[in-house]
């Protein structure tokens, strides 16, 4: 079926480009064919999933059906949604994202969850995040814990750029974005807490990664051109410069033997309170140290 041609012929319910769109991604080799055009239509109409199927006998106007068509063709190249859409969601809160900064994955909230908890008891807690990407941990903790004081590096200046938007967008002032080569310098001053979600994915396994990953999301946020391990190896270095006595330094870490890898830079380091959480999948996908 041709949307542009069809749509000259007949009007188009929710329900119709619903079909349609389930057939259309099927045929593409899409593994859920029906979510892709879900969440499309989503967006396209700001509706909730369960509106579709509320509202699906509503007409989509034709400078509706031009944007889809847009969308579509996208999304056909394996462009991931949310840069398509521009928007996405990360711990309740809204962001919006470019192909400058990495997609929002639901495994970070995890990382969210654990600094929320390890900084519960702390009174105006300081807090340096290194890679800021869309800002999506430091906007959403400064959201969540309104006393913090969150400092938010990252060597990218359209990062950066990106995140200071989100910050305004979802009224967060207890942040500040700054544009910092962390591998070869340093903020001022001390923490209570570091987080980051560095670069973490090998090089040599880079390309055998999705091609919504590999082909369109920034290689810089992604890996560090070498094994996974170089920022966690910075991190050991510096940790105690950076962070008080008695602070915590909180990473996500990759799937595999990453997180195994990860932890033994530091207990090589003279670190001994450390420990790895899981995600929701069960998965070690946290490390938490001590200083």
């Not at 055009?37 to 509202?55: F, G």
């Not at 050991?236 to 033994?264: Q, S, T, Y």
Request: charged fraction near 25%; proline fraction near 5%.
């Amino acid at each position: 079926m041709n949307l542009t041609a069809e749509k000259q012929k007949k009007i188009w319910r929710i329900i119709d480009i619903i079909n349609w769109g389930e057939e259309y991604f099927r045929f593409k080799g899409f593994e859920n064919p029906k979510q892709e055009i879900e969440w499309l239509l989503c967006d396209l109409l700001n509706y909730k999933r369960i509106d579709l199927y509320l509202e699906f006998e509503n007409t989509i106007s034709d400078s509706k059906l031009d944007q889809l068509k847009g969308w579509v063709k996208r999304r056909r190249t394996r462009e991931p949604l949310q840069y398509i859409t521009g928007q996405t969601q990360f711990y309740g809160y809204p962001f919006k994202v470019s192909p400058d900064v990495l997609i929002p994955r639901p495994e970070t909230e995890r990382v969210v969850d654990v600094v929320l908890h390890t900084i519960g008891n702390i009174t105006k807690p300081r807090i340096l995040e290194v890679g800021s990407g869309s800002g999506c941990m430091a906007v959403s903790i400064g959201a969540e814990k309104q006393n913090a004081y969150i400092l938010s590096i990252d060597i990218s200046k359209p990062a950066i750029d990106q995140a200071r938007k989100n910050a305004d967008l979802n009224a967060t002032t207890n942040v500040d974005f700054m544009v910092l080569d962390f591998l070869k310098e340093l903020p001022e001053g001390q923490f209570d807490l570091l987080v980051s979600n560095p670069p973490y994915i090998p090089l040599n396994e880079f390309g055998t990664t999705m091609p919504e990953i590999h082909n369109h999301e920034p290689q810089i946020a992604l890996t560090d051109n070498r094994d996974g391990l170089t920022f966690y190896q910075r991190f050991a270095e510096v940790a105690k410069e950076l962070v008080k006595p008695g602070g915590w330094v909180i990473m996500e870490v990759g799937l595999g033997d990453h997180p195994a890898k990860a932890m033994e830079i530091f207990q090589s380091g003279g670190y001994k309170n450390l420990g790895l959480i899981t995600d929701f999948n069960g998965d070690e996908r946290v490390l938490k140290i001590q200083i």
